[in-house]
C-alpha cells in the first residue's frame, strides 16, 4: 500500500466525533506524540520500540562459527518429518558448497585430486569431500565444522511457512487457498559465466539438523522459470521486467539457502498474454541497504564560502552583510494601518452580505414590494466589488513584503 494512504487511514481513525474531525485527528496526534516521547525514557515497559516484531526470525551469521547455522529463521507452521532419499545428496552437498568456512578444506581436497591425478575431479569431490573432511582430526577443526562433516540427520523436517530476516515466505500449496501472495522467489547466481537473478516459486522449506537441534540449516526447494529462449527470454522494456511461467529450467539445481532468497510478487501481464508476468521486486520497511564503508568525499565536512563574487568585483562578506540587516521595518506603522484597513473591509462586506439575506427574506414574505430587488442587487454587486479589493490588498501587501525582503 502506498505510504500516504497508510497515513490517511491512520488518522481517520483517530476521529471519535463527527462533527469534529479535524479536533478529533488534532487531539489524538498530540496525545501519540506525547506518549512516544515518554515512552523512549520508560525502562522495563514493553513500548512500540522495544517490542518484538510481528515478523520475527533475523539472521546472526556471528553466533556460530559456521555462517549456515546462523540463518534465525522463525518457522509458523506445522512440521511433517520425511526421509527424501533421493534428493538427500544434494541438499549436503549444497550445504558444504555454499558454506565460507569449508572452501578452504575443499580447495584443499581438490589439490590433492589433481596431484593423484584422478580423473572427473568435481563429480570425485562432491562424492567423496565429505568423508574426508569427516576424516579430519577433531581437534583440527572446531565443533561447527566437524557437525557439517558428519552430515545431517536422514529424517528431514518440511514446512510450508516460515519467516526469513523479517519476511514471510509460502510455499505454492500454502498460497493456493490465499488471497495474499508470498511464495515468490529470487536469487542471483551464474548461467552461462554471467551473474543474473533468478526468478521462480518456493517449493518446500526444508530444515536440516546437524548433530543437535541449534545446529540447523533451512533451504528453499524452488521452481525456476525460464529466461532465455525464442518465446521465453526475459522482456525488459526499462520500467518493468515480465518472464514467462510456462517454462522451467535448472530442475536439478532447484535448492538455495534461506537467506539467500528475496522475495518477489507476481503480477499478470495484460500486453503479453496470460503466461506472462510482470515481476514487482519487494524491500522491507525497516531494513535498509546502506553502505558500510564510504569514500572520503562523504566523510569530508561541509565547506561553505563566507565571500561570494559579484562579477568582477568581490561582494562584502555574507556575516557583515547578515548583521547590517535592521532587526525592524522603518515603514511598520504603514502595514499596521494596512492592516486595520483590511480588516475594517472585512467587516464592512460581512455586515453587507448579512443585510443582503435579511432583505431577500423580506421580499420573499411580502411579494408585492418589488422595488427591493433593485437595492438587494445593488447591496451584492457593493459585496463583491469590496471582497475583490480586499483580496487585492492582501495579494498587494504580500508582494510588498516580497519585494522589502529580496531588497535587503
Not at 516521547?37 to 551469521?61: H, I, L
Amino acid at each position: 500500500m502506498y505510504p500516504i494512504e497508510r497515513r490517511l487511514y491512520t488518522l481517520k481513525r483517530y476521529v471519535r466525533n463527527r462533527a469534529r474531525p479535524e479536533g478529533s485527528i488534532a487531539e489524538a496526534y498530540i496525545a501519540d506524540e506525547c506518549l512516544t516521547f515518554c515512552s523512549k525514557y520508560m525502562d522495563g515497559v514493553e513500548t512500540r520500540f522495544n517490542r518484538e516484531p510481528r515478523n520475527k526470525g533475523f539472521s546472526n551469521e556471528e553466533a556460530y562459527e559456521v555462517d549456515v547455522f546462523g540463518h534465525g529463521v522463525h518457522f509458523t507452521s506445522a512440521s511433517e518429518l520425511q526421509y527424501d532419499e533421493n534428493g538427500f545428496d544434494q541438499m549436503v552437498w549444497y550445504v558444504l558448497n555454499n558454506c565460507s568456512q569449508i572452501e578452504k578444506y575443499v580447495k584443499m581436497f581438490r589439490d590433492e585430486l589433481e596431484r593423484e591425478g584422478v580423473p572427473n575431479i568435481e563429480r570425485k569431490i562432491r562424492l567423496g569431500f565429505q568423508i574426508c573432511l569427516r576424516d579430519t582430526h577433531p581437534e583440527e577443526v572446531s565443533d561447527d565444522v566437524f557437525s557439517l562433516a558428519c552430515g545431517p540427520d536422514f529424517r528431514v523436517k518440511k514446512y510450508s511457512s516460515c519467516i526469513v530476516n523479517g519476511v514471510r515466505f509460502n510455499t505454492v500449496d500454502r498460497d493456493k487457498n490465499k488471497k495474499t501472495q508470498n511464495s515468490g522467489v529470487m536469487t542471483q547466481g551464474t548461467h552461462n559465466g554471467q551473474f543474473i537473478d533468478f526468478f521462480g516459486t518456493l517449493k518446500e522449506i526444508i530444515e536440516l539438523e546437524y548433530n543437535s537441534e541449534e545446529r540447523t540449516v533451512v533451504l528453499f526447494k524452488c521452481d525456476w522459470f525460464k529466461l532465455d529462449g525464442r518465446n521465453t527470454q526475459l522482456q525488459y522494456d526499462g520500467f518493468f521486467k515480465s518472464i514467462n511461467v510456462g517454462s522451467l529450467w535448472y530442475k536439478d539445481d532447484s535448492l538455495i539457502l534461506a537467506t539467500q532468497a528475496r522475495k518477489v510478487f507476481y503480477l499478470a501481464d495484460t500486453l503479453l498474454g496470460n503466461k506472462w508476468q510482470v515481476v514487482q521486486t519487494y524491500d522491507h520497511r525497516h531494513l535498509y541497504n546502506v553502505r558500510e564503508i564510504e569514500s572520503a568525499q562523504y566523510n569530508a565536512p561541509a565547506y561553505q564560502e563566507d565571500e561570494c563574487c559579484d562579477g568582477d568585483e568581490r561582494r562584502a562578506t555574507v556575516i557583515d552583510m547578515a548583521y547590517d540587516i535592521p532587526l525592524n521595518r522603518k515603514n511598520e506603522a504603514l502595514f499596521l494601518m494596512l492592516l486595520k484597513l483590511l480588516g475594517w473591509l472585512k467587516n464592512v462586506t460581512k455586515g453587507i452580505r448579512f443585510m443582503a439575506k435579511k432583505g431577500i427574506r423580506f421580499i420573499t414574505k411580502r411579494k408585492k414590494m418589488t422595488h427591493f430587488w433593485s437595492i438587494v442587487a445593488m447591496m451584492e454587486a457593493l459585496h463583491l466589488m469590496l471582497t475583490v479589493m480586499m483580496n487585492s490588498c492582501y495579494q498587494l501587501a504580500i508582494i510588498v513584503l516580497y519585494a522589502e525582503f529580496v531588497i535587503l
